[in-house]
Each structure stands twice: as structure tokens, then as C-alpha cells.
């Protein structure tokens, strides 16, 4: 079963452009998180879908949103880039639920800004 | 305060020695889970380990082992045998019954000397 594809794997961006993530989560996973990883913060949550609805959020600007689609692939959007959002994102896709649920991460998308 | 502490930066052993990579949690709930990944320079966090809250055995996974002490709200991963190809960062993460996202520690770099 194909796991949890995150694209494109590298980009780069100029400050103050915006930028889209595309994840596709496991076949029959509708739950979709998105994390924020950087040498300084380390790895810090962004928001979680399912079934197309925001279930929780972090802590970030509203520069940073996201959306998920009815087959559940994810997209998250930053726009006006700064310098500061140069940072690996992870996509993890995981069953709804329980404590104990394992998610499944991507290989992630490097974002560096420029 | 953190909700996971991971003390080790960075960790040295011989291989096919076992070594312990330590892991501490704070949270209020009474159900929650436990995970650690482990991160290759690749990027992808694969996952190791899990340990429910109300699990009253250590979970064992292969060479992996969780030592979970609830009292001291901690949860060490020990890996036995160590390999060269387990050379990578290690993330303990925990999961509460409160909400979905994963909090993660600022992990360990563990280095498998030959």
C-alpha cells in the first residue's frame, strides 16, 4: 500500500511570494496533519484536517492555512514568505481517534526562502 | 511548560551494543500515548514504538523496547543490538486524548560507531 506522498520534495521561494504543499495521505486515512520542522523550534504543529474540516490548529499566523479535498489529499498554503519559513513540512496521515492511532509521515517538502 | 523533554542531544554506541535514549512527558491527562520515530537524513519519520498510557506492560517492538515508567512520566527507548543503519534522530512524541496533534521532543541524534 503506497504511503503518504508529500510534493514537491525542494522548493525554493523569494520572500514575500507564497507557496502551496500538496500531500496525499494513505488510502482511507482522512485524517491529515501538518508540521512545521527548523533547527531552532524543531517540530511544531500546524493544523490537522478531516473530512475536510479543520480540527485543530497551532500556534502560527494566519499567513498559514490549509485545506483538504473529499479524497482527503491536503494542500497547505504560506503566503508572504519569510525568511523564518525555511523549514522542512511534514504531512502525516493517520485513521481518526484514539490515543494510540500511529500516524504516518511523508518524506516532507524543504522549503527554503531566499 | 515542554510536554517532552528529550535531555540527549546527541548519542554514541558501539555497534552491537544496546543503548537507551531518554524521554520525558508532562501532561494532565489520564489517557494518552506514547511514540517514538526515528528520522533519517532523509527526512521521513518512521515510526518505532508505541506505549498506551493504561498499558501496563512495557511494549516491545523488535529491538526495540519502552522502558514507560508512569510515575515518573517517563518513557526511554532502549535499542538492542545496535546497527550502523540505526544511525539517525530519534523522537519520542506524545499523543493526548484531549486533541490529535503529536507533541514532539527536541530528539537525539544517536551515532552508531563501528
Known amino acids: 500500500k503506497a504511503g503518504v506522498t508529500q510534493t514537491p520534495r525542494y522548493l525554493i521561494k523569494t520572500r514575500g511570494q507564497q507557496v502551496t504543499l500538496s500531500c496525499s495521505p494513505i488510502?482511507?486515512?482522512?485524517?491529515v496533519s501538518w508540521y512545521q520542522q527548523t533547527p531552532g523550534q524543531g517540530l511544531q504543529f500546524l493544523f490537522e484536517?478531516?473530512?475536510?474540516?479543520?480540527?485543530n490548529k497551532g500556534n502560527f499566523p494566519g499567513r498559514f492555512s490549509g485545506r483538504q479535498f473529499s479524497n482527503s489529499r491536503s494542500e497547505m498554503n504560506v503566503s508572504t514568505l519569510e525568511l523564518g519559513d525555511s523549514a522542512l513540512y511534514l504531512c502525516?496521515?493517520?485513521?481518526?481517534?484514539?490515543?494510540?492511532?500511529?500516524?504516518?509521515f511523508g518524506q516532507g517538502t524543504r522549503l527554503t526562502v531566499v | 511548560a515542554q510536554k517532552i523533554t528529550q535531555t540527549q542531544p546527541g548519542m554514541f554506541v558501539q555497534e552491537k551494543e544496546a543503548v537507551t535514549l531518554d524521554c520525558t512527558y508532562d501532561?494532565?491527562?489520564?489517557?494518552?500515548?506514547l511514540f517514538w520515530y526515528k528520522q533519517p537524513s532523509s527526512g521521513e519519520m518512521i515510526f518505532l514504538i508505541y506505549?498506551?498510557?493504561?498499558?501496563?506492560q512495557n511494549a516491545t517492538e523488535g529491538r526495540y523496547s519502552l522502558n514507560f515508567q508512569k510515575a515518573r512520566k517517563s518513557a526511554n527507548l532502549v535499542i538492542s543490538a545496535s546497527q550502523l543503519g540505526d544511525s539517525a534522530m530519534y523522537f519520542c512524541?506524545?499523543?493526548?486524548?484531549?486533541?490529535?496533534?503529536?507533541?514532539f521532543g527536541t530528539g537525539t541524534s544517536l551515532t552508531v560507531i563501528p
Open positions: 502525516a496521515s493517520s485513521l481518526p481517534g484514539q490515543v494510540g492511532t500511529e500516524a504516518f
Open positions: 488510502s482511507g486515512h482522512r485524517s
Open positions: 484536517y478531516f473530512s475536510e474540516t479543520q480540527r
Open positions: 501532561t494532565s491527562d489520564q489517557s494518552y500515548g
Open positions: 506505549q498506551g498510557s493504561y498499558d501496563e
Open positions: 512524541a506524545m499523543r493526548e486524548i484531549t486533541g490529535n496533534q503529536f507533541y
